[in-house]
């Protein structure tokens, strides 16, 4: 039934069991003091709260035990990691670790993860953070499946794979080719690539060159990153990439159905201004946006794959690159105007069009695959850019523009023919007809909208029906916390006759960007590893996995190796005894199969700590550089011996 039509019963129902909870500090109750057992009617009243405020909880709220029926995967921002997110409850799931050290995950305290992040090293420099912007969920025929997610690292250009069988960081890759991205991650429809383009525009392949060499030296790319479905890892060798012109490539999407084998990317900047405001130039900002047009990159990643395979690329920085020259004498790569310093690219469900919101523009272009298609078989071109890439003609290539409002940035689907798309400047969410390309209704959010997101709204069958507007200021919504303030997430119920605002969460970390929502049953995670003795970044049995029983101190030429199991409540062994200067291996089993039962580990005052899943098994490496005593304990509350759940490092002078 319908929340409206069973309000008024509920209304006048006695309250029983909303009483608050009898622990719950007099302070915290505030405005719910001495409601136990009224009314929901006196409850409403006490806490001020309007018929639309419960009919919004009632649609949120999940009760213990109760499962949400999808999942949102939002990009940390500039905290580095992956935040999963259950809707309609908007209860914050996860963190998953990707750029940033975790400690309570482990991340970056043991072997496995610590390897892991140095694979995502640059120019030798570790790093350890990243500005997550666009995860991208893999597809299969332009649907999400479940299995991975690839995420990006604008600031240090990196991509990485999360398994989403365990929710864990499986593979970082990082090309020197390009010195920032931001159109990244983006998957074509059957995840055999990965797209991952630069933004602002270098010497490729790094090294020095001039800000005055800009038009000759610097330059864009995108890179493909070639994704092998059954290995579930990027496979280097088999990526490649195209040279762009110095423009500030934005956001991509991937053509699918009617468009599939073609990539699209908005750029802003084609006035190719480097700032330089202290040297007698106008800043960056000002000289970047002077041009009515930019260009939208319209790339035949499939023909370029042929390109690739005849041999037709140069090698920079390890990567084959199909030259700029080459992709314009094979026909790869055209250029169609688009309004004024765009941001977003969208592909329609169907494939058939793309929509570009304008930023600096008050429409949402919609541009016809089709006639772009027959403008590039005609050869009908506008000229041509400095750099020689045909220009499609702007009215011949679009269907229309929708007029949306002042900041128009990022467009969603629903299933019904309607488009979501966010307009920053007004602070509001715009919904209108694909069919017509008029405005149906525009909800005020709060505030400073960026991304928008709707319930597999990017795939080929989005459902739509929840809309998730990504807040960039919060201001007046939550209670303060000092001068630095949460990301408000607002949940947008579009399943009635208009939009209705249902939620308000505060993301206390990172800022995230873009986020994908899906199914929550599409995703079939694992629930321990099995056997034990799992490693998991493998996923595979580590090869130093101990067995109960087997658990054993030996002395190698490379240090002391320590085969250890964890189980409720007891290491073995709990004693280690080594010698000043030693180098210790630490192999720690967690035997148990039982869902829930972590483990943690740490030896104190070495920076070491790991989480044991059930089954998981960690190594750790460290030199034993300073005589001591040091306890080693279990950091997970495991049992009701876990305090017991310890033992000693033993550090012996020499
Ligand atoms: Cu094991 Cu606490």
């Not at 129902?13 to 719910?32: H, I």
């Not at 990159?297 to 390109?307: G, Q």
């Not at 304008?358 to 005609?378: C, N, P, R, W």
């Amino acid at each position: 039934m319908h929340p409206k039509r069973w309000l008024p019963l509920l209304l006048a129902m006695p309250l029983a069991t909303a009483c608050v909870d009898a622990a719950t500090p007099p302070s915290a109750q505030a405005s719910t003091a001495g409601v136990q057992g009224q009314s929901l009617q006196e409850l409403m009243q006490a806490r001020g709260l309007t018929e639309a405020d419960v009919n919004a909880a009632l649609k949120t709220y999940t009760p213990s035990g109760k499962k949400d029926e999808y999942f949102i995967f939002a990009s940390g921002g500039h905290g580095g990691n992956l935040i999963v997110i259950g809707v309609p409850s908007m209860r914050i799931l996860k963190y998953v670790a990707v750029f940033t050290p975790e400690p309570w995950q482990g991340y970056g305290y043991g072997d496995q993860t610590n390897d892991l992040l140095k694979t995502g090293s640059r120019d030798g420099r570790a790093l350890t953070w990243g500005d997550m912007h666009h995860p991208a969920l893999s597809e299969t025929a332009g649907d999400y499946d479940g299995q991975y997610i690839f995420v990006n690292d604008k600031a240090n250009p990196r991509v990485a794979v999360v398994s989403l069988e365990d929710f864990t960081t499986v593979q970082m890759v990082a090309s020197e080719l390009i010195e920032s991205e931001h159109g990244s991650t983006f998957v074509t429809p059957n995840t055999d690539y990965v797209i991952e383009t630069a933004q602002y525009p270098a010497p490729l392949g790094g090294g020095y060159a001039d800000l005055s060499e800009y038009d000759t030296k610097y330059r864009g790319a995108a890179i493909f990153w070639k994704f092998d479905r059954k290995k579930g890892r990027i496979v280097p060798e088999d990526s490649w990439a195209v040279e762009f012109p110095p423009y500030m490539q934005d956001l991509a999407d991937a053509g699918k159905l009617a468009s599939d084998g073609w990539a699209f990317f908005n750029s802003i900047n084609t006035e190719r201004a480097t700032g330089g405001n202290l040297e007698g130039k106008p800043p960056l900002e000002s000289g970047a946006s002077q041009n009515d047009m930019d260009y939208l990159h319209v790339f035949d990643w499939k023909k370029a794959e042929e390109v690739v395979k005849a041999g037709k690329t140069k090698t920079i920085a390890g990567m084959r690159v199909i030259a700029l020259q080459t992709a314009i004498d094979e026909g790869l790569l055209y250029f169609v105007p688009e309004p004024k310093s765009p941001h977003g690219i969208d592909v329609t469900p169907d494939g058939k069009e793309m929509v570009v919101g304008g930023k600096l523009d008050t429409h949402a272009t919609v541009y016809s695959f089709e006639k772009m298609q027959q403008l590039i078989a005609d050869q009908k071109f506008d000229g041509r850019d400095p750099y020689g890439v045909p220009i499609l003609p702007f009215r011949d290539a679009i269907r229309g523009q929708a007029e949306i409002g002042l900041g128009p940035l990022h467009t969603q689907f629903d299933g019904r023919g309607n488009a979501y798309t966010s307009v920053f400047i007004e602070s509001k969410v715009a919904k209108w007809s694909l069919k017509d390309l008029k405005v149906i209704e525009k909800m005020p959010v709060h505030y400073n909208i960026g991304h928008i997101l709707a319930a597999e709204g990017d795939t080929v069958s989005p459902d739509g029906n929840y809309v998730v507007a990504m807040n960039k200021w919060a201001i007046d919504r939550f209670a303060d916390v000092g001068p630095l303030l949460p990301q408000n997430f607002q949940l947008i119920d579009d399943r009635g006759p208009s939009m209705q605002l249902l939620y308000d969460l505060p993301i206390p970390l990172g800022e995230p960007h873009y986020s994908q929502m899906i199914k929550a049953d599409k995703i079939k995670s694992i629930d321990v590893y099995k056997p034990a003795g799992i490693n998991a970044l493998t996923h595979q049995i580590d090869p130093f996995a101990v067995k109960g029983g087997e658990e054993r101190i030996e002395r190698k030429a490379d240090g002391v190796h320590v085969y250890m199991t964890a189980v409720r409540s007891h290491f073995t062994p709990d004693t280690v005894r080594v010698k000043e200067g030693e180098t210790v291996h630490l192999h720690i089993t967690n035997i148990e199969q039982a869902k829930d039962a972590t483990h943690g580990f740490t030896v104190g005052s070495h920076n070491i700590h790991v989480s044991l899943e059930p089954g998981k098994h960690v190594n750790v490496t460290f030199v034993a550089d300073k005589p001591g005593v040091y306890p080693m304990y279990c950091t997970e509350f495991c049992s009701a011996l876990h305090l017991e759940m310890a033992g000693y490092f033993l550090v012996e002078p020499k």
